[in-house]
């Protein structure tokens, strides 16, 4: 892939970012508009226009103004304001009476102003991951009450906000999470030695799925409350008794089985003996209907039956913790029993022999580069693997003090794998581990920046 493509591509999560800023502001922007009891009328493309203004500006002004770039950054965002509000008609219309009614005919217009603003903190590329952290941490609260403090005023505004509002946090969401995830795979890439850039047929295919997921979130989301209600409501009970009888031992589940058991035949025999009830005549002057209860009555009785719902199922919980406390533990072992970690300092094969001019030849599998890293980290009382330390715990160790990456770990676990686990290894992860051994010793031996 050429240098133009690869910059193209590498500018995906700022785009995503462009689109996620203009996805709550116009949730902003509308929000005021339906206060004003007017219609929104800069939507996510137009918005998103003005924070690429913002990026853009900051990037070509920034440094060639230097001291004199806020006051220029202050002119760019009023007059970017200005012109997201004189973008709707009524504002232009209500000029003639005055800048008052103008102003209150589109409100959300200076929301423009504030996507020029917002634009600034991606001047820098590449993007930092805390700022986007911060955007998408602080942007899904901040949609939500939105969501409801907008959800108070009267129709038809609160509908039009509502489901704008709604797709504008999809967007906003996805894209946020999307961008993160992007600059997460860069910074991890820059150590791994991969760049998902170089793979255009991902990247267009992740941004498809998530198009097609955007797209499908908006209609399923009209039916997922009652799907949630109606799967809630049919496996709390299923559920509830799976995990009453999973928490009891095999004789109380007995107990309990017999006991159903036996209720499913006494109810059987009294369907069958007991006949059909036939309800009596009611006596005479009196009307039919007059005998059913008062709503006094009913109240009592569903108040006296939840009460004693609510003993019943105390009785429950307390029977249950009855029962867990009288489980017997498993007897324990009578055989006193030592037990010691091999620490395979004797498994270490001894060094191989030099050969001439002191050289000694590459290893051949990840095994014997670890073995030779290990050889040649001797030398360095810092650096190398105690007698005590497992290649696990030597790699932690390095780690935390900031002497190795990842690639001393990797190393270690191919070592394991080889020579513990008894795995053949592939041919390709050979090379990366006699690569990552050529790498290694070279890079841990030299001293900490801050011990120079």
């Known amino acids: 892939m050429t240098r133009a493509a690869s910059t193209i591509v590498g500018l995906v999560p700022v785009a ?24 929104p009328v800069l939507e996510i493309p137009a918005i998103a226009a003005f924070v690429a203004l913002g990026i853009v500006s900051a990037r070509l002004l920034g440094r060639r103004l230097d001291r004199r770039w806020p006051a220029i950054a202050l002119v760019i965002i009023f007059a970017a304001g200005i012109v997201g509000w004189l973008a709707s008609p009524a504002a232009r219309t209500a000029l003639g009476d005055g800048v008052g009614p103008a102003i209150a005919a589109h409100p959300g217009g200076w929301m423009a102003g504030l996507a020029v603003l917002r634009g600034f903190a991606y001047a820098r590329l590449p993007l930092v991951e805390g700022t986007v952290a911060r955007l998408l941490g602080l942007g899904v609260p901040g949609l939500a009450i939105g969501a409801i403090v907008g ?66 979130a908006v209609p399923l989301s009209v039916v997922a409350g009652t799907a949630i209600e109606a799967v809630f409501a049919i496996a709390l009970v299923p559920m509830l008794i799976i995990g009453l009888l999973t928490g009891l031992d095999r004789t109380v589940r007995r107990v309990l089985g017999l006991l159903l058991a036996a209720g499913v035949i006494v109810f059987i025999v009294v369907r069958i003996f007991a006949g059909n009830p036939t309800s009596p005549n009611p006596p005479p002057g009196v009307a039919a209907g007059q005998g059913r209860p008062s709503v006094a009555d009913q109240l009592m009785a569903v108040s006296l039956g939840g009460l004693l719902l609510i003993a019943a199922i105390i009785a429950i919980l307390v029977l249950v913790a009855v029962w867990m406390q009288r489980t017997q533990p498993p007897a324990a072992d009578l055989v006193n029993e030592s037990r010691t970690i091999d620490r395979g300092e004797g498994e270490v094969p001894a060094p191989r022999r030099r050969r001439r001019f002191g050289r000694r030849p590459e290893p051949a599998d990840a095994a014997a580069a670890y073995v030779a890293l290990v050889h040649d980290l001797d030398g360095s009382p810092d650096v190398r693997r105690a007698a005590a330390e497992t290649p696990a715990e030597h790699a932690a160790r390095l780690r935390a003090d900031g002497r190795a990456a990842l690639s001393l770990d990797l190393l270690a676990a191919d070592y394991a794998l080889a020579r513990y686990g008894g795995i053949g290894l592939p041919a390709r992860e050979d090379r990366r581990a006699i690569l990552r051994w050529r790498m290694l010793r070279r890079r841990l031996p030299k001293p900490k920046p801050d011990e120079v």
């Open 151 to 216: 959800g108070a005023i009267g129709e038809p505004y609160r509908g039009q906000f509502l489901a704008g509002a709604l797709s504008a946090s999809i967007v906003f969401i996805v894209a946020a999470t999307l961008a993160l995830a992007l600059i997460r795979l860069t910074a991890i890439g820059s150590d791994g030695g991969f760049d998902w850039r170089r793979n255009p047929a991902w990247l267009g295919l992740t941004v498809g799925l998530i198009v097609v997921a955007i797209v499908a």
């Open 16 to 39: 995503l970012v462009v689109v996620a800023e203009a996805a709550w502001i116009s949730v902003v922007g509308g929000l005021l508009q339906e206060f004003a009891f007017r219609e």
